[in-house]
């Protein structure tokens, strides 16, 4: 294989693998937050905004550390769709933002921006550390993490554990099938089951 050739794979691996699981973060984020935000409605102290982001960095993080343990023996993609995955929430904010400001025609609007980066910056860094590199997040592992994050955008004086609330909206087992598929992906060069892109 020629060099031309090879790199050629290479970006095809980047990109179809960064897709795929960037697909799969943004629906997996909007199905959690869905699942906590109606189980505590207008609850005094929810913040809609809180959960949104809180969700959306565990969820980075955690299939950024699934894709790099299933690209391990994949060099030369494998830092290109770590961080991309990594920085999903900033990427994410700004598409908000950006979309906010040519709708409403409020250019005043990018003001914002380093302030909800910052914001991320803190949130991304909780997960980072928790969910360390080189380690798949499994059931137990990731159990552990979910529970801190449950507690993270609960209200104050539930009368359930972060837990107890964790377990009741099963919301742990669909976060793990996520990252088994992008670690499949990872180590196989497409999902289970793929017959083939476009053609």
Known sequence: MSSSDASADALDRVAGLTSFATVGTLGLVQDLTHAVLDSIGDMEGADAEVVAEETLCLVAVATARAAAVGLEDEPTPRPVVVQTLLDLPFTYRDYLLGKAMI?????????????????????????????????????????????????????????????????????????????????????????????????
Do not use: C, N
């Not at 250019?107 to 590199?133: D, G, I, N, W």
């Not at 609330?165 to 793929?194: E, F, M």
């Open 103 to 199: 709708e409403e025609e409020r250019p005043e609007l990018s003001q914002m921006a380093e302030e909800v980066h910052e914001r991320l910056h803190k949130k991304r860094e909780f997960y980072t550390t928790h969910l360390p590199e080189g380690q798949f997040p499994g059931p137990h592992a990731l159990g552990d993490k979910m529970e801190l994050w449950m507690g993270r955008i609960s209200p104050p004086k539930l009368p359930e554990t972060p837990m107890e609330r964790l377990d009741s909206l099963g919301l742990v087992a669909p976060t793990v099938a996520h990252l088994k598929l992008i670690l499949a992906y990872g180590r196989r060069g497409a999902p289970p089951g793929a017959h083939g892109g476009s053609e």
